[in-house]
């Protein structure tokens, strides 16, 4: 179907491999997107939701053994150890082709062979790649043109070029024995097999667009990183633009998607959503650094989204979208926990279960998702197609730390950051883990998808900031202080455009700080508290720099440190200067 002979080489391939019955190959057509859906309907892989409540959306259920990544089953595959370094699951690669190649080996006898050509970001952009997926699940399919932009448009980018990402998935037996994710960084490929699951088989998403991207930036100057993009606009129309990294549970896609306090929104402010999980950043002739978001949907966590929580992320999700692992009512409409509106009477749980209010189970997977056209969000910006992407006047890490962290502080320089950004952290809540307050260090969030040694991803960050004229500054925030009662201080979501807000000024020299042991501080008069329960003396409260509180903090950091094993020297002095910057506190 397509001329180029890379492409198709490589896809005979994997045919001769896997053995199907039959190879399509994917054009990205409306036609061919009713063709497959009818297909996945007649086979029960979709079930048709409510089309009146529910115009274009469909359901699935993934295997009761198959409903999240699979951290421990997910490795990158080198030629040496050290170049996967000690953070991430290695396998060498020779081996890995050869194991993985058994599994995969007759695969698709009696299937069809799907083969998916797309593009991570906009077209035209020097920042977009291509990938082709080889699959055999039309839920794949159907995903990654809701997640990517598939057929022609990825081919035409390509051209002749020899220059895409391969990635083979297959199902397999959706046995967790026999599953694996492995990624080839040094060779640009992704291998999945044995699930059906989003995070594991939607290989433009993590697989790609993080760990492989952060190999390919590194190799050619650029960054990939774990990042929502957001604008604000302000009442004079100027918009400014911030990359921030959270772990999970810190309200990444809340922040993305934030919706500004009543008295903002009158003055004239708006938040504009670039992206909510992924930035690729390069150098613009400029001399700052410029993000797109590589994606082309969002794949969100049902649970817990409502008009309340994130209504703007509830709104993309009215119709085009796919929702996995979540109940499914008698009048195929969908539910989930913490979906704000009452639970109905009997649905079929996640598993298919019938289901009813008074059962001890949860009707939706904790872990249930939403995948969702990014354009139809309410709040999209009108440069999420832009081929140069946008400029980015702030970096912000951030974490969930009940004690510790100030609600906000700027890095004192760019290595600072980087330091700031290596140490980063988050207390565990009962959700996660069983166990609450327990620190988890995740670095620049991205200890699960860098595709190469954090060590060397650290240096990389160090060489970049040496490579930017104009560099962002580097903040770090904690929305999560708790009082004595255990209960949030910071009012949080909109209100969080607040320190946004001083961000902003403190990166165009329009607000002052105060000079502290870890960073620069706000003046507590300059955050604004008008309309907010929070008085003068309670922000001072969660401004403040506990000498012993960060005692104890620098010896964790330490260890945390320690596990590296190319740690640039650059992020170790830096962590000493701050240790000496506590004891003189």
């Known amino acids: 179907m397509y001329n180029n002979k890379y492409v198709n080489e490589w896809v005979e391939q994997m045919a001769q491999l896997t053995q199907p019955d039959e190879i399509v190959w994917i054009d990205g057509s409306e036609e061919e997107k009713d063709r497959l859906t009818k297909q996945a309907l007649s086979t ?53 082709y050869a194991r993985l190649g058994n599994l995969f080996n007759g695969s698709m006898k009696g299937r069809t062979m799907y083969v998916i050509p797309y593009l991570m970001g906009p077209p035209g952009s020097e920042f977009s790649k291509v990938g082709i997926e080889i699959t055999d699940s039309i839920y794949v399919v159907l995903n990654m043109r809701i997640m990517t932009r598939i057929g022609k448009i990825a081919m035409d980018f390509l051209g002749d070029s020899n220059d895409f990402v391969k990635g083979l998935h297959s199902k397999g037996e959706l046995d967790p024995e026999k599953r694996f994710i492995c990624h080839f960084p040094e060779d640009n490929a992704i291998w999945s097999i044995g699930s059906g699951y989003g995070g594991n088989v939607l ?90 978001n590589p994606e082309a949907g969002f794949f969100g966590v049902a649970p817990g989204t409502s008009m309340k929580s994130n ?72 440069k999420f197609e832009d081929p140069n992407g946008v400029p980015i006047s702030a970096i912000v890490f951030g974490g969930r730390r009940a004690k510790l962290a100030p609600l906000v502080y700027q890095s004192f320089d760019w290595e600072h950051g980087v330091y700031v950004g290596a140490t980063m952290a988050s207390e565990t809540t009962a959700a996660a883990t069983g166990k609450v307050g327990v620190v988890r260090r995740d670095p620049m969030a991205m200890l699960p998808f860098c595709g190469y040694n954090m060590g060397e991803y650290f240096q990389h960050w160090i060489e970049m900031g040496r490579k930017i004229p104009n560099p962002p500054k580097i903040f770090n925030v904690n929305w999560f202080r708790l009082d004595d009662e255990g209960k949030f201080i910071w009012p949080g979501f909109g ?38 329960d929070v008085d003068l003396d309670t922000l001072k409260s ?14 964790s950091q330490e260890e945390h440190l320690g596990k590296f094993d190319k740690l640039p020297v650059e992020v170790r002095n830096q962590f000493e200067a701050q240790k000496e910057r506590i004891n003189n506190l």
């Open 44 to 96: 029960g892989e979709l079930v048709e939701l409510n089309q009146e409540t529910y115009p274009g959306c469909y359901y699935h259920r993934t295997a009761e053994n198959d409903v999240a990544r699979v951290e421990h089953l997910t490795f990158i595959c080198t030629s040496k150890k050290e170049n996967a370094g000690p953070t991430n699951n290695w396998m060498e690669k020779s081996y890995a």
């Open 203 to 292: 290989l433009g998403k993590k697989c790609f667009a993080l760990r492989i991207a952060s190999a390919l930036g590194r190799r050619e100057g650029w960054m990939a990183e774990h990042m929502l993009i957001l604008g604000i606009e302000d009442p004079n129309g100027k918009v400014e633009y911030i990359a921030a990294a959270f772990p999970s549970a810190c309200g990444k896609t809340n922040l993305a998607m934030l919706i500004p306090p009543e008295k903002y929104k009158k003055a004239g402010y708006k938040v504009w959503t670039v992206g909510d999980d992924i930035a690729w950043l390069r150098i613009g002739k400029d001399g700052r650094l410029w993000a797109i």
């Open 311 to 382: 209504p703007n992320a509830l709104l993309t999700t009215k119709k085009n979208t796919i929702f996995t692992n979540v109940a499914l009512t008698e009048n195929k409409e969908v539910w989930w926990e913490g979906m704000g509106v009452p639970a109905p009477e009997k649905a079929l749980d996640w598993r298919g279960n019938p289901w009813t209010p008074d059962m001890d189970a949860k009707a939706a997977h904790p872990n249930s998702r939403f995948t969702a056209p990014a354009k139809q969000c309410p709040c999209i910006s009108d």
């Open 495 to 532: 209100d969080n455009l607040r320190v946004l807000l001083w961000i902003l000024d403190r990166c165009n020299d329009k607000a002052d700080a105060v000079k502290t042991p870890i960073g620069y501080l706000p003046n507590p008069g300059d955050i604004d508290l008008e309309g907010t």
């Open 542 to 555: 969660i401004l403040d720099v506990n000498k012993e509180d960060w005692i104890e903090e620098l010896k």
